[in-house]
Nanobody
């Protein structure tokens, strides 16, 4: 079991930055893969980025590539999402998720078993 708690959301103007954090209830070195997802009202949940905890290998979605960066701090058992050059279309509830089983880890929500409650990000123009 893994409990996840996100923080760091808020309201910013376009062009601004935010850093989201996701604290895990267990050592993240025991977690295979973690990801950030977002969901705007009326839209499907979108995989923003994922990271293999062991290797640190990352993958970012095309809509955020070059602006967002996923990272992890194994000493703090925390996952991060640094978001720069924010746009109004980035407005959504952001969730972190964890997957314990091995194999290829994509940004598909169905591959993740544990989820946080989410943190709201609102970007105004």
């Amino acid at each position: 079991q893994v409990q996840l708690e996100e923080s760091g959301g808020g309201s910013v103007q376009a062009g601004g930055s935010l850093r989201l954090s996701c604290a895990a209830s267990r050592r993240i070195t025991s977690i295979y893969c973690m990801g950030w997802f977002r969901q705007a009202p009326g839209k499907e949940r979108e995989g923003v980025a994922r990271i293999y905890i062991g290797s640190g290998n990352t993958e970012h979605g095309d809509s955020v590539k070059g602006r967002f960066t996923i990272s992890r701090d194994t000493a703090k058992n925390t996952l991060y999402l640094q978001m720069n050059s924010l746009k109004p279309e980035d407005t959504a509830m952001y969730f972190c998720a964890a997957r314990l089983r091995g194999g290829y880890c994509s940004r598909e929500a169905t591959e993740f078993s544990y989820w946080g409650q989410g943190t709201q990000v609102t970007v105004s123009s």
